[in-house]
Each structure stands twice: as C-alpha cells, then as structure tokens.
T-cell receptor, first 119, second 112 residues
Framework: NAGVMQNPRHLVRRRGQEARLRCSPM?????VYWYRQLPEEGLKFMVY????????ESGMPKERFSAEFPKEGPSILRIQQVVRGDSAAYFC?????????????????FGPGTRLTVT | AQTVTQSQPEMSVQEAETVTLSCTYD???????LFWYKQPPSRQMILVIR????KQQNATENRFSVNFQKAAKSFSLKISDSQLGDAAMYFC?????????WGAGTKLIIKP
C-alpha cells in the first residue's frame, strides 16, 4: 500500500526558470493539500484540491504559483519564474475524506517532500 | 487569524523518561480536530496522534497521549518511556477550514 509519492525529491532551478512539483496521493484518496516549509519553520498551507477542482487556494501567492489535480494523473504544483525566496521544502498530503464529508476522517498523510533550491 | 503557539523551541529528555510538549492555539471554530505530527531528520512528516474537539476523553496512542483542555485551548503531548527514535521536530496542528494550521515546532532531543 504505497504512501503519498512526490517527485522529484530535490529540484534545482535557476532564477527565472519554471519548477514543476508532482504529487501522487495514496490509493483511494481524492483530497490533496500542498504546504510549504521554510527552514526552521512549521508548514504553511498553500492550496487544497479535489479531483479537477481547487477548493481553497487562500495560502497560495497570487502570482507565479498554480496548482492542479486532473482527473487522471498526479497533482502538480507549478511555480513560474522562480526567485530565491521560493527555495523551500514543498510537502503534499492526501486524505480519504474532506471537511464536507460526514465521516470526518481528516487525517492527512504526507509525502516525503520536494526540496526546491533556486540559484 | 488562527494561530498556534509552541512555546518550547527545544526540549531534551533522558531515554526512558517522560516528556511533555506544550501547545496552545486560537480558533473560533467549535468543532475541529487537533493533530500532533513528528518530523525526524529524514523530513518525512508522520502523524503521531489526533484528537476530536468534541470528545472530552484524551486521545492515547501507545506511549503517546494528549492533555486536551478545550476551554484553555491547550493541547499538550506526553511521551512516556522516551526512545532514541522519538528524536524529531514535533508540530502541533489544529485542523480548521480545510487546512492544518502549524506551530513553529519543538525540537525533541533524547539523551541516551
């Protein structure tokens, strides 16, 4: 029973390039969350998606960042024209149900993260 | 804004002893969940324990237990019989409005 998969584990980009981070949720999970962790800090919520829908993107910067979770394939977090301040660890998590589900099984299971370094 | 405070940046405990990590939070929600996660040096985020706010009984998971005081908005984690493998960053994270709200973490050091 594979856990949440993220790739690549490490990504180096020069300023101005694009970064694409991929996340495959646990089998059967249709809710995906992206978080960012700066050094020596806790995680910060970025976006919550269900299949083909963005539910909450209140933590996502308005420019250069976008996320999708298509019907088929992994969820993608895309950062255009990266800057040094984008250097961080990006974590994806998935859950079996979401806040609107009556079972309330909200546990989020995390992937190993992608460490993005912008040079 | 909802906030989480972990007032202990670092804690150390002798192996086999008991340690308590503190967490306070601020939320306007009445029904919510609270979680403790650990992040070892591998940086993998691992769920340790969860608590439903509507339950008065404190959650327990083997050597890990919580002291949940809803009125005080306090959610501390107790680790009994500490083991070397418990060394990690520990994060308190209430769940509200689709997202986990994270504290800054407490680094737990286990002394052999």
């Amino acid at each position: 029973n594979a856990g949440v998969m993220q790739n690549p584990r490490h990504l180096v980009r020069r300023r101005g390039q694009e970064a694409r981070l991929r996340c495959s949720p646990m089998k059967g999970h249709s809710h995906v969350y992206w978080y960012r962790q700066l050094p020596e800090e806790g995680l910060k919520f970025m976006v919550y998606l269900q299949k083909e829908n963005i539910i909450d993107e209140s933590g996502m910067p308005k420019e250069r960042f976008s996320a999708e979770f298509p019907k088929e394939g992994p969820s993608i977090l895309r950062i255009q024209q990266v800057v040094r301040g984008d250097s961080a660890a990006y974590f994806c998590a998935s859950s079996l149900t979401g806040p609107s589900d009556s079972t309330k099984s909200y546990e989020q299971y995390f992937g190993p993260g992608t460490r993005l370094t912008v040079t | 804004a909802q906030t989480v405070t972990q007032s202990q940046p670092e804690m150390s405990v002798q192996e086999a002893e008991t340690v308590t990590l503190s967490c306070t939070y601020d939320t306007s929600e009445s029904d919510y969940y609270l979680f403790w996660y650990k992040q070892p040096p591998s940086r993998q985020m691992i769920l340790v324990i969860r608590q439903e706010a509507y339950k008065q009984q404190n959650a327990t998971e083997n050597r890990f237990s919580v002291n949940f005081q809803k009125a005080a908005k306090s959610f501390s984690l107790k680790i009994s019989d500490s083991q070397l493998g418990d060394a990690a960053m520990y994060f308190c994270a209430p769940f509200s409005n689709y997202q986990l709200i994270w504290g800054a973490g407490t680094k737990l050091i286990i002394k052999p």
